[in-house]
Nanobody, 131 residues
Framework: EVQLQASGGGLVQAGGSLRLSCAVS????????IAWFRQAPGKEREGIACIVSDNDDTVYSDSVKGRFTIASDNAKNTVYLQMNSLKPEDTAVYYC????????????????????????WGKGTQVTVSS
């Protein structure tokens, strides 16, 4: 059974930083891509970062590029999202997701496609950025 467990959310002031973790079990890291999505109240879930763990290919949405960094620790089967220079508009529930079709998940995030047809999802973690 594939499980994704996101953690690390919390309350932070604007300009601050947080690091989210996504612990993955039941999935071979080398044959999958992992992505972070977020969903703010009243908005659609959007892909913000994706990594292919066997070659470190990454893609980011324009809204987080230059501020957020996705990284993979294959030994720990964990993907991280380092979030710096946080803004109130970053407030959302953050989810990690995985797909065995690496190119598909990279395209979903890189081309701002809807979060449909993705193999696996974890439960979200709340990030709140105060002004």
């Amino acid at each position: 059974e594939v499980q994704l467990q996101a953690s690390g959310g919390g309350l932070v002031q604007a300009g601050g930083s947080l690091r989210l973790s996504c612990a993955v079990s039941g999935l071979t890291f080398g044959n999958s891509a992992i992505a972070w999505f977020r969903q703010a109240p009243g908005k659609e879930r959007e892909g913000i970062a994706c990594i292919v763990s066997d070659n470190d290919d990454t893609v980011y949405s324009d809204s987080v590029k230059g501020r957020f960094t996705i990284a993979s620790d294959n030994a720990k089967n964990t993907v991280y999202l380092q979030m710096n220079s946080l803004k109130p508009e970053d407030t959302a529930v953050y989810y990690c997701a995985a797909d065995r079709n690496e190119a598909f998940l990279l395209t979903v995030v890189g081309s701002h496609l809807g979060p449909y047809g993705i193999d696996y999802w974890g439960k979200g973690t709340q990030v709140t950025v105060s002004s």
